[in-house]
């Protein structure tokens, strides 16, 4: 029998993950058996067929098959069907709304197919330590590893990110060009984002900052916010004041 590889991450299904598939079944069978009891099975029906969609989906998107498996010499990953793809036949990887897809090509004939994983809006996590990975974080380690020029170098990076989430954080001023110009696109795609998925994507970014241990900027108000609210402030006041003052002139 064939022994894991110890230099390996696996990126598995996120415990929060788990926990909404099991609060979401108890909801939609809670649901079901109230509709039942009011109005018959014929109204139950729906959430009941419901509840054997969630349930199958999520145990495809929870189970060991589904992992995302790094290591010095391929990627592995799929939905239903699995694929391993080595590094030096590795092509684009990019993040798809809730599934992580890159494009690989067969070692005969060179053949080019497309692999795609769920990975969801509540990320993943490292097997060996639970350390959560954002998608972002993940496709920089995939793209990492496959511009590695060896295996020896690969094994290097996977020892580098199998390390836990740094427990100090770092302002954006801090960072190296490179990190800096990721984090200025990121918070500009943070505070700017108006598309369909934002509030999913919203969440996406402020996971790769805490798991890079990056501090998020707050934004401070502009003057103008700032003498507005002191305005309103005084008015409140002032309102009070002479309601006070009214009630006590009656008394």
């Given at each position: 029998?064939?022994?894991?590889?110890?230099?390996?991450?696996?990126?598995?299904?996120?415990g929060?993950?788990?926990?909404?598939?099991?609060?979401?079944?108890?909801?939609?069978l809670?649901?079901?058996?109230?509709?039942?009891?009011?109005n018959?099975?014929?109204?139950?029906?729906?959430?009941?067929?419901?509840?054997?969609?969630?349930?199958?989906?999520?145990?495809?998107?929870?189970?060991?098959?589904?992992?995302?498996?790094?290591?010095?010499?391929?990627?592995?990953?799929?939905?239903?069907?699995?694929?391993?793809?080595?590094?030096?036949?590795?092509?684009?990887?990019?993040?798809a709304?809730?599934?992580l897809?890159?494009?690989g090509?067969?070692?005969?004939?060179?053949?080019?197919?497309?692999?795609?994983?769920?990975?969801?809006?509540?990320?993943?996590?490292?097997?060996?330590?639970?350390?959560?990975?954002?998608?972002?974080?993940?496709?920089?380690?995939?793209?990492?590893?496959?511009?590695?020029?060896?295996?020896g170098?690969?094994?290097?990076l996977?020892?580098?990110?199998?390390?836990a989430?740094?427990?100090?954080?770092?302002?954006i001023?801090?960072?190296?060009?490179?990190?800096?110009?990721?984090?200025?696109k990121?918070?500009?795609?943070?505070?700017?984002?108006?598309?369909?998925?934002?509030?999913?994507?919203?969440?996406?970014?402020?996971?790769?900052?805490?798991s890079?241990g990056?501090?998020?900027?707050?934004?401070?108000?502009?003057?103008a916010?700032?003498?507005?609210?002191?305005?309103?402030?005084?008015?409140?006041?002032?309102?009070?004041?002479?309601?006070?003052?009214?009630?006590?002139?009656?008394?």
């Amino acid at each position: 029998m064939r022994k894991p590889d110890p230099e390996q991450i696996v990126l598995q299904a996120s415990g929060s993950k788990k926990i909404w598939l099991v609060c979401a079944s108890v909801l939609i069978l809670v649901l079901g058996v109230l509709l039942t009891l009011a109005n018959g099975i014929q109204s139950g029906a729906y959430c009941f067929f419901t509840l054997i969609f969630v349930i199958i989906g999520g145990l495809v998107d929870t189970s060991k098959g589904s992992n995302i498996v790094l290591t010095g010499k391929s990627i592995c990953g799929g939905k239903i069907f699995r694929k391993s793809t080595d590094w030096d036949r590795l092509g684009k990887v990019w993040m798809a709304r809730y599934d992580l897809v890159w494009k690989g090509r067969n070692a005969k004939g060179g053949k080019p197919y497309t692999c795609k994983t769920a990975y969801g809006q509540f990320g993943r996590e490292c097997r060996h330590n639970n350390r959560h990975v954002s998608i972002d974080l993940a496709l920089e380690w995939i793209e990492a590893l496959r511009d590695a020029g060896s295996e020896g170098e690969r094994r290097e990076l996977i020892r580098k990110f199998m390390e836990a989430t740094p427990r100090t954080v770092r302002s954006i001023a801090s960072l190296a060009p490179d990190e800096r110009a990721k984090a200025d696109k990121l918070l500009k795609e943070l505070h700017g984002g108006s598309s369909q998925n934002w509030r999913e994507r919203k969440m996406e970014i402020r996971q790769y900052f805490a798991s890079k241990g990056w501090a998020i900027p707050q934004n401070e108000p502009s003057p103008a916010k700032r003498v507005f609210g002191c305005v309103i402030l005084i008015g409140v006041l002032v309102f009070w004041v002479f309601f006070f003052a009214l009630m006590c002139s009656r008394m």
